[in-house]
C-alpha cells in the first residue's frame, strides 16, 4: 500500500480525485490533503508521503514552485510528483519534467490514467508497504 | 490556425470536459449573432490567463439548470450544499479555459490561469469584447456560452 497527498485548492477536487483513486483500485494506506503548495511543505515536514498528485493553479504557492521547493529538499526530493493539471502547454510539460516531476496528467482524466501513473511509479520502485 | 480551424477546436475541447466530468453531450453549438445571452439569468465565470504578454479571459454564461445539473454530476455523492456546488462550477470552468488554452497556444508557448471567479453582475467589473464567443446547448434551458476575450 502507498500513501498518497492530493494537493489541489478545490476540496471538491480533492474529493474527486479521491474517489477515481478508488474507482482505479489503487491500494492507497493513507490519503492526505493539502490545499496549497504551502500547506503541502508544512504537512510533509510531520508525514511522508510515497506520492504526490499535485495541481498547477493554486493560490499562495503553486505546483510549479512547490515542484522547485521539494526537489531542492534533500530528503523530500525523492519523492514522485504526478501533476494533475488543466494547464497542458509541450513547453510547461517539459519545464516541469527538467525539474523532476514523474508524469503529468490533464483535467478531465479518466481513472485508468491516475492508475496507469501510479503503476508505472510502482514499476519503478515505489515503496509497497 | 485559421478562425474556423480554432473554433472548432474550441468546441470539440468544450464538449470534451463536460462528456467527461458531467456526461452531458451538447446536442448543438454555433456561434451567436447576439449577446443577449449576457444578461439572461444564470452565473457567469471568468478565468483571467496570461499568454506570453497578452492578458485575457475566458467568459463562461451558464444557464442555471445546465449549472446545476454539471455541478451535481460532477460532485457525484458529495452533498450539493451551495459551497460544493460554487466549488464544482470553478472546477469545472477551470477545465474548460485550460483545455481551451491548451489548443489555442502554439507548441512554445506557455499560459498562465488565474484562479476562476463567479462574475457578481452590476459590480465595476466591466465585460470584454469576445475574440471567440461559442453557445452549446442540450435543450432550450441547458446552454453555455464560452466567450475568449
Not at chain 1, 483513486?21 to 508544512?42: K, N, P, R
Request: hydrophobic share 40%; proline share 4%.
Amino acid at each position: 500500500m502507498i500513501d498518497i497527498m492530493i494537493i489541489d485548492d478545490s476540496a471538491i477536487t480533492r474529493k474527486v480525485i479521491k474517489r477515481v483513486i478508488s474507482m482505479a483500485e489503487v491500494e492507497v494506506g493513507a490519503i492526505i490533503e493539502a490545499e496549497d503548495g504551502i500547506d503541502a511543505l508544512e504537512k510533509l515536514e510531520k508525514q511522508w508521503v510515497d506520492v504526490i498528485l499535485c495541481d498547477i493553479n493554486m493560490p499562495r504557492m503553486n505546483g510549479f514552485e512547490l515542484v522547485g521547493e521539494i526537489k531542492k529538499d534533500p530528503l523530500k526530493k525523492a519523492i514522485p510528483i504526478i501533476m494533475i493539471t488543466t494547464e497542458g502547454s509541450p513547453k510547461r510539460i517539459q519545464e516541469l519534467t527538467e525539474q523532476g516531476i514523474s508524469d503529468y496528467i490533464i483535467k478531465p482524466f479518466y481513472p485508468e490514467q491516475v492508475k496507469s501513473a501510479i503503476d508505472k511509479l510502482l514499476v519503478r520502485g515505489v515503496d509497497k508497504k | 490556425m485559421k478562425v474556423l480551424e480554432k473554433a472548432d477546436k474550441i468546441t470539440e475541447a468544450v464538449k470534451k470536459v463536460f462528456e467527461m466530468t458531467a456526461f452531458i453531450e451538447f446536442e448543438d453549438s454555433f456561434i451567436p449573432d447576439t449577446d443577449s445571452y449576457r444578461n439572461l439569468p444564470g452565473i457567469i465565470v471568468y478565468v483571467n490567463y496570461e499568454l506570453q504578454d497578452k492578458k485575457g479571459s475566458v467568459y463562461l454564461f451558464w444557464s442555471q439548470t445546465l449549472a446545476d445539473e454539471a455541478a451535481a454530476s460532477y460532485l457525484g455523492d458529495e452533498e450539493s450544499s451551495s459551497e460544493n456546488i460554487v466549488d464544482a462550477l470553478l472546477e469545472l470552468s477551470n477545465m474548460v479555459a485550460g483545455n481551451i488554452l491548451n489548443v489555442l497556444i502554439e507548441k512554445d508557448e506557455v499560459y498562465e490561469l488565474e484562479i476562476p471567479k463567479i462574475l457578481v453582475k452590476d459590480s465595476d467589473h466591466e465585460l470584454q469584447h469576445p475574440q471567440y464567443k461559442i453557445f452549446f446547448t442540450e435543450f432550450d434551458e441547458k446552454w453555455i456560452v464560452v466567450e475568449i476575450c
